[in-house]
């Protein structure tokens, strides 16, 4: 089932009471994702980012909208394209970009990284260069909810490439019959590096795999962060009243190559395509130009925001310049977990 929301009237989300703080927010969060990932392409031109890099520019509304459905205590876990999740899970951007230049201050002392990073403060369990690795981290943290009682919801992203990884099937299996409280949450940008989802899925929608599980399967605009944010929040609601886990697919577009930098011998994308996506699929214009018509902000407030959002990336990216790396005999450390008597 796809759901598609392009509302003409003021949502019901945004007339309630703080409805216009949770407008603002999603645009705050959309913002310091751009943003981060903007400032991390400079770095990188400058060589001063110590690898690769995974951007998400493009693919903003549906990562904030699905973390904005869910709590700081809530567990989140990313895959190897993953600065913008816990940066929409509400992370501090000094600590994570001084992580992406290996600095003794990131969030995990500078050990891991672009791409294998994790920030407990926000519930982030970590994400990792292997394809649909987090998935059963995901799953073994709803599990542990489960048991504990807590409460909390797991959220689990992972792209249209790990769609067909095993683990992914083995997990909702296991979950379904457990009814574990997590969340599966398909970023589609429709390559997986460069194999187009219609030559690596044999259905049309991701969310449709969720019917052999039986479990909701749902497909949204993923550029439209308000639907993403009402799909994963009904999904969120099911796993805390104990009703299981649920599939949602948000339908999105990655602006930029698989890793930015990536140099692919054969041409895979139409550039006049991938030109148009950025004149008329931004999710943060798409945003931006709908608070206007609702009357939630004004331009001259949302380009305030964007300002200030500006310069705490500012001030992170200096942060993480003048920080120092790790002494050497932190490599030794972290290795194990310490067990004291």
């Known amino acids: 089932m796809t759901v598609s929301t392009e509302p003409t009237a003021l949502p019901a989300e945004f007339a309630c009471a703080g409805g216009r703080e949770l407008a603002m927010e999603m645009m705050r969060r959309m913002q310091r994702v751009r943003l981060f990932e903007e400032a991390t392409k400079v770095l990188f031109h400058a060589g001063e ?3 690769m890099v995974h951007l998400s520019i493009g693919q903003e509304a549906a990562v904030v909208g699905a973390c904005l459905a869910t709590g700081t205590s809530d567990y989140m876990t990313g895959n190897h394209r993953s600065h913008g999740h816990p940066i929409a899970k509400g992370a501090r951007l000094d600590a994570l970009m001084a992580e992406l230049l290996g600095k003794a201050t990131g969030v995990c002392g500078g050990k891991g990284g672009s791409m294998h990073l994790a920030d407990f403060s926000v519930g982030s369990l970590g994400e990792s260069g292997i394809v649909g690795s987090a998935i059963p981290v995901a799953t073994g943290a709803a599990l542990a909810a489960q048991v504990r009682g807590s409460g909390q919801v797991a959220l689990c992203f992972f ?10 099937h083995e997990s909702m299996n296991m979950a379904s019959i457990w009814k574990l409280p997590v969340v599966y949450f398909c970023e589609n940008n429709g390559y997986a590096v460069s194999v187009t989802a219609e030559e690596s899925l044999s259905v049309p929608d991701v969310s449709m795999r969720a019917a052999g599980y039986s ?22 609601r099911r796993a805390r009243a104990g009703e299981g886990p649920s599939l949602v697919e948000a339908k999105t577009y990655r602006f930029h190559e698989h890793a930015y930098g990536l140099q692919v011998p054969t041409p895979y994308r139409d550039q006049s395509v991938v030109d148009s996506w950025f004149a008329t699929v931004d999710p943060l214009t798409l945003f931006h130009d709908r608070l206007v018509a609702w009357d939630v902000a004004t331009s001259q407030e949302l380009d305030a925001l964007r300002a200030e959002v500006r310069s705490e ?17 932190a490599a030794y450390t972290d290795v194990y977990k310490e067990v004291t008597a």
């Open 49 to 51: 980012l110590p690898a």
């Open 159 to 168: 792209g249209d490439g790990a769609a067909s990884e095993g683990v992914l």
């Open 215 to 236: 479990m909701p399967g749902v497909t949204v605009d993923g550029q439209d962060v308000l639907a993403v944010y009402r799909a994963t929040a009904e999904a969120v």
């Open 313 to 329: 990336v500012d001030a992170a990216v200096e942060f993480a310049r003048v920080s120092p790396f790790p002494p050497p005999e």
